[in-house]
Nanobody, 118 residues
């Protein structure tokens, strides 16, 4: 089992920034790709970003490219999501997830709320 705990969400005005953190425990952190997803009320869950086990590969959803940056610190078992130039449409609950393979999302955190006001 892998336990994931997100933090860093909050309320911010449009154009502002937030940094989310996802701390993992329970298994070898470097065995897992870590991804962020988000879900707004009444909408489907949306892919945000993925980082590979040692950070050599990063992938982003089209709606966040150029504004969000995913990174990881394996010494701290932590993945970060730096979110800049936030827009009201970025408002959602953000979840981190861990998986061993491409497009596998085996473990999920409880989510952290991000609210962007216009």
């Amino acid at each position: 089992q892998v336990q994931l705990v997100e933090s860093g969400g909050g309320f911010v005005q449009a154009g502002g920034s937030l940094r989310l953190s996802c701390v993992a425990s329970g298994r070898t952190f470097t065995d897992y790709r870590i991804s962020w997803f988000r879900q707004a009320p009444g909408k489907e869950r949306e892919f945000v970003a993925t980082i590979t086990q040692f950070g050599f590969g990063t992938y982003y959803g089209d709606s966040v490219k150029g504004r969000f940056t995913i990174s990881r610190d394996n010494a701290k078992n932590t993945v970060y999501l730096q979110m800049n130039s936030l827009k009201p449409e970025d408002t959602a609950v953000y979840y981190c997830t861990a998986g061993r393979k491409v497009s596998s999302y085996d473990y999920w955190g409880q989510g952290t709320q991000v609210t962007v006001s216009s």
